[in-house]
């Protein structure tokens, strides 16, 4: 059974810094993209970022510069830092992994979500 398990969301002021971490479970791990997505009230699930299975990194727009991303595949978990953040930066965050099999099929999976708020 695959699961991914979100933690480290909550309330946090503008400025503030949270880390979210996703640790996985009945996966290949090292073989998946891992990525990190979110959805604000109201709006669509938008990427936040992605991380290869060899370690680079992509970001949105709107994050880049305040987000990093990162995995250790020795505890299966990927791990985003969040710092400088903003208001808009609320929203459920989802973690996802993928794996593709060229362009036939591919393996996806989500988490159940973590809520952030940033507020004053």
């Known amino acids: 059974q695959v699961k991914l398990v979100e933690s480290g969301g909550g309330l946090v002021q503008p400025g503030g810094s949270l880390r979210l971490s996703c640790a996985a479970s009945g996966i290949a791990f090292s073989l998946y993209a891992m990525g990190w997505y979110r959805q604000a009230p109201g709006k669509q699930r938008e990427l936040v970022a992605l991380?290869?299975?060899?370690?680079?990194?992509d970001f949105a727009v709107s994050v880049k510069g305040r987000f990093t991303f990162s995995r250790d595949n020795a505890k299966n978990t990927v791990y985003l830092q969040m710092n400088s953040l903003k208001p808009e930066d609320t929203a459920v965050y989802y973690c996802?992994?993928?794996?593709?099999?060229?362009?036939?099929?591919?393996?996806?999976?989500w988490g159940q979500g973590t809520q952030v708020t940033v507020s004053s």
């Open positions: 991380i290869t299975t060899g370690g680079s990194t």
């Open positions: 996802n992994a993928n794996r593709k099999f060229g362009s036939s099929y591919e393996y996806d999976y």
